[in-house]
């Protein structure tokens, strides 16, 4: 498909300035054009979820562009980019999605909420402010309410000010007016990428964006929008004439109007406000540097949770590996048949099934599981197809098995490579028919549920063996999804490293506020075995053990692994480590920095050193997993560790 010479034109622009994560940028003046990396994100998700092919050639394009890590903050929405490659991005998208309804790229961006849908702070403004305004004409208060919000939810867009958006609330509706901030910077700051032509094309595309945008706001705030609210003026409705009238003026106004009443959503339940609260502030008010560099990978890393209701539940990571798993679930979970999940022990086959369930129409639905590896033959039937009174010895009272209880939802069959062979052939026919009956029992029940199953066992090779049947596998394989081992996306175990502390903090009242950097150096070199399972028991192990104050040091995470410490004579020490190794070795209760001074100074004259060098190496030690302290009153006590 050849490219478009506007295409073309913005390719090069794009080659010469880039993309950015760099957050100082935001700073710059209106000529630098930059614009919120969520639009970057909001790009990506969409075309994600229309083509992901396409997503996938989007991302080697910026990938090309800058480095891994900045393309990687871009595309969870961190980050500046510039105006220009934002619009490239799409017309990038347009032209090779070959879309064929007339639909625009960019509107479809906006409806998507641009940046904003999902993105805590915006979002929890627009709600606490509804929720704080009286009773009343919810026609009125809505118009007040979308003035002000206005140019905030603009500025989470386009944070160098390129554009003015006016909303004057009216009689019955709004009037909206979209326009460049200052048009003359804008077309100077283009003319050096050669894009001074260009303007209008790119004013269109925005307009089109921000007044979708627009409207999702409007539809987050009322009940029944799709009713309650009229726009005139859509402009991804007018033809192609008016559409370049609006561009070459890089002006545009429209109206919306009510229809009838506007019930607000409200939010009045005391906790939901001190949680929209919460949320607000956090988002709001951490935006230092360090938080952007080392928290904002681990903290945020799933936003695509957010946007899709979090139907991913505790799947963790933003890698390649993971990005295909995230899109082979909602494939799988948009049918009905079976699938089958594969993947070593410990890579979280059970959570991907939830998931896929959650991606499914049975969401709503019951989601059960059970590990047929857990139960002997006669009991795996009894827990499946449920028993009547007096079906065996000891089946006192009627149960109902698991095929009852799952009616309706979703079935997970763990470790189906356990499953004995003559279980195997009743279980083939509940598959097929939907019908069974209970142990002991006559009368045929029915049900209605999705199957999935999940293994790590070689099926293939059972099948060649005998003990695994060939007719059962096909029936359970018909949407395989394998699930990469955490070897394979080892740039996902920082984020689930942080993940899993956070969340042991919680539950232990021992919150972790960062992991050293040494730690997650030491968690990368690891090869996982046991996979991620592996990982969050090291991790819970380390932080209910180890872990000192806020910080997960590198010592913690050590000794979790079991790993021995480096030898005495490790040339990573210099003379001044080794020798305060040999002074804590010779204490059975430990030293004071204090007391270390002393000591220092009584071997040699002139031999001791400074607190903050001390300090230093003291520290030094602990990281390595040499040394530990506790608090002495004031003071800490050093003392040599066991295995050092």
């Known amino acids: 498909m050849a490219e478009s010479a506007y295409l073309k034109r913005l390719r090069r622009a794009v080659e010469r300035s880039g993309l950015t994560a760099e957050p100082a940028v935001a700073a710059a003046p209106v ?48 980050g500046y980019a510039h105006f220009h490659a934002v619009h490239f991005l799409c017309e ?43 009773p009343g004409d919810g026609r ?12 905030l939810f603009l500025d989470h867009i386009f944070p ?34 050669g894009l001074a032509g260009d303007m209008g094309t790119l004013f269109a ?74 949320s607000l502030h956090a988002n709001m008010h951490r935006r230092e540097l360090e938080y952007f560099q080392e928290r904002v990978r681990g903290l945020e890393m799933r936003v695509e949770e957010l ?35 594969r993947g070593e022990s410990g890579t979280g086959k059970e959570l991907v099934a939830r998931a896929i369930h959650q991606c499914s129409a049975r969401c709503e639905g019951p989601f059960v599981a059970v590990n047929c590896a857990a139960f002997p033959e006669s009991l795996l039937e009894s827990e499946l197809f449920g028993h009547e009174k007096g079906a065996f010895t000891g089946a006192d009272r009627a149960k109902p098995g698991r095929f009852e209880l799952a009616d309706g939802g979703t079935l997970l069959l763990d470790e189906v490579g356990d499953i004995p062979l003559p279980t195997q052939v009743k279980l083939l026919r509940v598959m097929e028919t939907q019908a069974f009956e209970r142990l002991g029992g006559t009368e045929t029940m029915q049900v209605d549920i999705r199957f999935i199953g999940a293994t790590n066992r070689p099926l293939e090779e059972m099948i060649a063996a005998g003990s695994f049947r060939e007719d059962f596998y096909f029936r359970l394989n018909v949407l395989p999804v394998a699930l990469p081992p955490l070897r394979e996306h080892k740039e996902d175990i920082p984020h689930l490293a942080r993940h899993f502390a956070e969340r042991i903090g919680r539950r232990s009242g021992k919150p972790i506020e960062r992991i050293a950097r040494g730690a997650i150096r030491r ?50 020490l210099n003379m001044r480590q080794r020798e305060l190794i040999e002074l804590l070795g010779a204490s059975e209760v430990g030293l004071t920095v204090g ?50």
């Not at 008016?242 to 019930?263: H, K, M, N």
């Not at 996982?528 to 872990?547: D, H, K, M, S, T």
């Open 205 to 278: 595309r925005s307009l089109l964006q921000v007044q979708e945008t627009v409207r999702k706001g409007l539809a987050i705030l009322v009940q029944d929008a799709e009713r309650a609210l009229r726009v005139e003026g859509r402009i991804d409705t007018l033809g192609e004439d008016r559409r370049r009238a609006l561009a070459a003026a890089g002006r545009a106004s429209w109206s919306v109007q009510w229809e009838g009443e506007v019930e607000l959503v409200r939010c009045q339940d005391p906790a939901a406000v001190l949680a929209l609260v919460r």
């Open 307 to 341: 946007e899709a209701g979090d139907k991913f539940q505790e799947l963790v990571g933003g890698s390649v590996p993971m990005q295909r798993v995230y899109r082979l679930i909602e494939q799988v979970g948009a049918t009905e048949l079976t699938a089958l999940v």
């Open 140 to 151: 009125t208060h809505l118009g007040m309410a979308l003035k002000e919000l206005a140019p």
């Open 595 to 644: 007391e270390i001074q002393r000591q220092l100074g009584a071997r040699q004259p002139g031999g001791g050193r400074s607190g903050r060098t001390l300090q230093n190496d003291l520290r030094k030690l602990a990281e390595l997993g040499y040394a530990d302290w506790v608090k002495d009153g004031s003071a800490h006590r050093y003392s040599l560790r066991d295995s050092a």
């Open 92 to 134: 990038f998208a347009d032209h090779y999605c070959g879309l064929e309804d007339g639909r625009h790229f960019a509107a479809a961006v906006g409806w998507e909420g641009s940046g904003l849908h999902g993105d805590g702070d915006i979002i929890s403004l627009m709600e606490l402010m509804v929720a704080a305004l009286p």
């Open 31 to 78: 000529a630098e054009l930059v614009v919120s990396g969520r639009l970057v994100r909001a790009i990506h998700q969409h075309l994600l979820r229309l083509r992901p092919a396409v997503a996938e050639k989007m991302v080697d394009e910026m990938a090309a562009l800058v480095n891994e890590d900045e393309c990687a903050l871009l595309l969870h929405g961190k």
């Open 523 to 572: 968690l990368v070199a690891s090869d996982w075995p046991g996979n991620v399972r592996q990982l969050q028991n090291a991790i819970e192990r380390a932080v209910a053990l180890y872990a000192h104050d806020r910080e997960l040091d590198e010592a913690a995470v050590v000794q979790a692994l079991g790993l021995e410490v480096e030898t005495r004579g490790n040339p990573g």
């Open 160 to 193: 160098s000010s390129l554009f003015k958006l006016a909303i004057e609330p009216q009689a019955n509706g709004l009037e909206v007016e979209f326009c460049y901030a200052d048009p003359d910077q804008v077309e100077a700051a283009l003319a050096r990428v």
